[in-house]
């Protein structure tokens, strides 16, 4: 459906906007055919839609997790929810260290008989595998994940002309340049981009564009972006190298079966629909997995042994689970899927209300009971059905109606209620929120049944909307309430106690909203000029006739005036990047 404010283009099951993010209309249930599985967002389509962005345009929004909280028109009074960037991390050559250790620990042979005998050698071995040690703990500090896959480049589309669009990575601007595209589906570490223009499938990786294959209907990027499986007008199916682009073609027949494909994560596997039967391709061999008409494919695990399957029966959808021999397991009956973790080993779904989460290819376990949501972290961006998190256990859920929770394997504990425009820290310890719909607490995530006793008020007063740092030093707020159809006031404070507040501006203008980069430098538009502020301080003016801003999961951020594009550099200016004709 096209969105009532921008205009954009999104999928039949968008609750938001790929454009602005704002919320769309709620749509009628249409009705599913029983030859027909309920369609997560689209089995192989490609579901992360990013609609063209025009000079002119709305701030590109991340819509605020929280259904309670009403989202204004174009951005009036509430601001996008932008990521915030990774913390510096400490590097250090853990290969030059481990080829020293591997030079001092050699306990083999002869010559280690020999070295080790020397009580000073042995001392030097002790101490080498001790530093190994203290190593490997700095190593899980400092590069050690919470589970959550997080954004480490950006590739978008600049409109500079009437349907022309220049590439951006990051701050480079490609040589090739597209008349038009339909969908820009992206993988969750940024790095890897697919897109079609008149059946034309293209690639951008390694900052640059590779031309796939023609005539193509459908596609699938697999979510390491190593591979990307696609169908043709002539109904054949197709698996190639985003590398190099070389092509397998994996059958003939695909008539009648549109979104039936699916590639698994490592792009390693893919099932698919052939005729009848539901088949597995891997290692360049195809093997029947069933027959049963009804059956329609959902995913696939990494291993290509847990094949998700659909299969309408006794006027239920019943979700299966796979092996690569065609032995299953009956997960659950299914009303919608709603998600897998990163491997695809699980996967959560909901049925007559309730949550559902199967691990495993075992029986699903219900979390919850009503339909739970899981929450990503600013610096997360979801690929497909797949969200950015490892383990679907251990994370925040939301549930539409203002009540967040902690779901673990074996149990399900509500942090806090009345809760809106959730904001979940990079390392998803500490939850922002708004609390019924007016000031902006924070919780820390592992008191559990004890986090809404010690919240912390960080902003008491009106607040339309807000951006924390990734360092949580501070947080930005737009001061009033959302209604506020004019200029409004942008204020900070302290992000970790709250306090008192420093006003920034008080006319920036809410219709564009503002930016955060991945230097936590806030970017706003006052009477139509950039400005820039950090540390909490006064706003710079840094560029002038400003007509839209808006910025990328990883933080880069892009403005137009009109007449050319700019990009952030990593300090507080921006510099041109693209010419507008």
């Known amino acids: 459906m096209n969105c009532p404010v921008c205009g954009a283009s999104n999928a039949p099951d968008s609750k938001f906007c790929c454009g602005c993010g704002n919320t769309l209309p709620a749509q009628s249930a249409a009705p599913v055919p029983p030859t027909v599985p309920v369609n997560p967002t689209g089995y192989g389509a490609p579901v992360q839609q990013v609609s063209p962005t025009g000079y002119g345009a709305p701030v590109q929004q991340v819509p605020p997790t929280g259904y309670g909280q009403p989202v204004p028109p174009t951005g009036y009074g509430a601001p996008p929810k932008p990521p915030k960037a990774p913390k510096e991390k400490v ?73 022309e669009y220049s590439i951006v990575v990051g701050n480079k601007v490609l040589d090739d340049t597209v008349s038009d595209y339909d969908y820009l589906t992206r993988t969750m570490n940024g790095k890897v ?70 590639i698994s994560p490592d792009g390693k596997s893919i099932a698919y629909r052939e005729g009848e039967a539901v088949k597995l391709y891997r290692d360049k061999k195809s093997t029947e997995i069933t027959d049963n008409k009804y059956a329609s494919v959902y995913g696939l695990s990494n291993s290509g042994n847990q094949i998700y399957v659909s299969i309408y029966q006794d006027d239920h959808h019943v979700l299966y689970s796979y092996n690569n021999k065609g032995d299953k397991t009956k997960l659950g009956e299914i009303d919608e899927l709603a998600g897998f973790n990163d491997s695809f080993s699980q996967v959560l779904f909901y049925n007559d209300g309730k949550t559902y989460i199967a691990k495993d290819g075992k029986e699903a376990n219900k979390i919850h009971s009503s339909e739970l949501e899981l929450v990503p972290t600013e610096k997360c961006d979801a690929h497909g059905d797949a969200y950015p998190v490892s383990n679907l256990y251990d994370h925040v859920y939301y549930n539409g109606k203002n009540d967040v929770y902690l779901v673990k394997e074996k149990d399900c504990i509500k942090l806090v209620s009345k809760a809106s425009q959730l904001q979940l820290d990079g390392e998803a310890k500490y939850l922002y929120y708004i609390y019924d719909g007016r000031e902006v607490r924070c919780i820390e995530i592992a008191k559990g049944e004890k986090a809404s006793e010690s919240a912390v008020t960080i902003v008491d007063e009106s607040v339309a909307g807000y951006v924390v740092t990734s360092d949580r030093k501070y947080v930005y707020y737009l001061d009033g309430s959302y209604l506020n159809l004019g200029n409004i006031t942008l204020k900070c404070v302290d992000g970790k106690k709250g306090g008192k507040s420093t006003t920034i501006d008080d006319d920036i203008n809410a219709n564009v909203g503002f930016a955060i980069s991945n230097q936590n430098r806030i970017y706003y538009v006052m009477d139509g000029d950039l400005y820039v502020v950090s540390n ?18 990883h933080g880069d951020v892009y403005a137009s005036d009109g007449d050319a594009w700019y990009g952030s550099t990593g300090d507080e200016k921006l510099k041109e990047l693209v010419e507008i004709d």
Do not use: H, Q
């Open 91 to 163: 590097k250090i050559d853990f290969t030059e260290v481990k080829d020293r250790l591997v030079d001092t620990v050699k306990p083999v042979g002869t010559v280690a008989k020999g070295v080790w005998s020397n009580k000073k050698a042995r001392i030097g071995i002790i101490a080498g595998a001790l530093l190994l040690i203290i190593l490997s703990i700095l190593c899980a500090i400092f590069f050690g994940g919470n589970g959550y896959i997080e954004a480490e480049e950006s590739i978008r589309m600049l409109r500079t002309g009437n349907n």
């Open 536 to 553: 909490g301080k006064t706003g710079k003016k840094i560029l002038s006739d400003i007509k839209s801003l808006s910025n990328t999961t």
């Open 193 to 262: 981009a697919a897109f079609t223009n008149d059946g034309e499938l293209y690639v951008v990786k390694d900052s640059k564009l590779k031309d796939i294959a023609d005539d193509v209907v459908d596609y699938e990027l697999s979510v390491n972006g190593e591979y990307i499986a696609y169908s043709t007008k002539d109904d054949a199916l197709y698996v190639a190298k985003t590398g190099d682009g070389k092509s397998e073609k994996i059958c003939d027949d695909t008539e009648g079966n549109n979104y039936g494909f699916r």
